[in-house]
T-cell receptor
Framework: NAGVTQTPKFRILKIGQSMTLQCTQD?????MYWYRQDPGMGLKLIYY???????DKGEVPNGYNVSRSTTEDFPLRLELAAPSQTSVYFC????????????FGPGTRLLVL | GENVEQHPSTLSVQEGDSAVIKCTYS??????FPWYKQELGKRPQLIID?????GEKKDQRIAVTLNKTAKHFSLHITETQPEDSAVYFC?????????FGQGTILTVHP
């Protein structure tokens, strides 16, 4: 199993551009999450999903959108990128029966200039 | 919502010493408390966790204690080694949504 994979690893965006961060897991996990980690800080929850077709906001959802059409994929969409969205983005997933035990992807480093 | 405070922000110890990192949480409904280790440029890795019905848990050189009444939990690392150097995060969870502390940079000097 590859676990949780994320693409791209690194991206530079110009202010106002849009992009989609990809996240895929092959563990048949029901729960998936998106976090952002600003320099020197802990992770903050952006959005999460409890299953295909079901998503909900986390602590810092503004400026982002998500969708969950399959169990495996949970893309994060940035519309109109802003410098404040410069961060490292981590995707995570967990089982239905042990949802708190989250497995993290390698992260996507995003720089908005 | 939940708020997690973590102290200290930096901790420097000599190899072989013990290290203790403390966290407090605000939401009494939180029932799961994991600790993550993050090396530079890497993903967070779960190193130990504890549930609210347990007061202490050990795994070799690491242990976690939980005081539900006081709403605080701590990570204890004994016989520290240089490879323990990393950023450590505590978190609290209510039904799967993790709230993280700000992190502790642990440096173990040989």
């Amino acid at each position: 199993n590859a676990g949780v994979t994320q693409t791209p690893k690194f991206r530079i965006l110009k202010i106002g551009q849009s992009m989609t961060l990809q996240c895929t897991q092959d563990m048949n996990h029901n729960y998936m999450y998106w976090y952002r980690q600003d320099p020197g800080m802990g992770l903050k929850l952006i959005y999460y999903s409890v299953g295909a077709g079901i998503t909900d906001k986390g602590e810092v959802p503004n400026g982002y959108n998500v969708s969950r059409s399959t169990t495996e994929d949970f893309p994060l969409r940035l519309e109109l990128a802003a410098p404040s969205q410069t961060s490292v983005y981590f995707c995570a997933s967990s089982y239905l029966t042990s949802r708190e035990t989250q497995y993290f992807g390698p992260g996507t480093r995003l720089l908005v200039l | 919502g939940e708020n997690v405070e973590q102290h200290p922000s930096t901790l420097s110890v000599q190899e072989g010493d013990s290290a203790v990192i403390k966290c407090t949480y605000s939401d009494s409904a939180s029932n799961y408390f994991p600790w993550y280790k993050q090396e530079l440029g890497k993903r967070p890795q779960l190193i130990i966790d504890i549930r609210s019905n347990v007061g202490e848990k050990k795994d070799q050189r690491i242990a976690v204690t939980l005081n539900k009444t006081a709403k605080h939990f701590s990570l204890h690392i004994t016989e520290t080694q240089p490879e323990d150097s990393a950023v450590y995060f505590c978190a609290a969870s209510d039904y799967g949504k993790l709230t993280f502390g700000q992190g502790t940079i642990l440096t173990v000097h040989p």
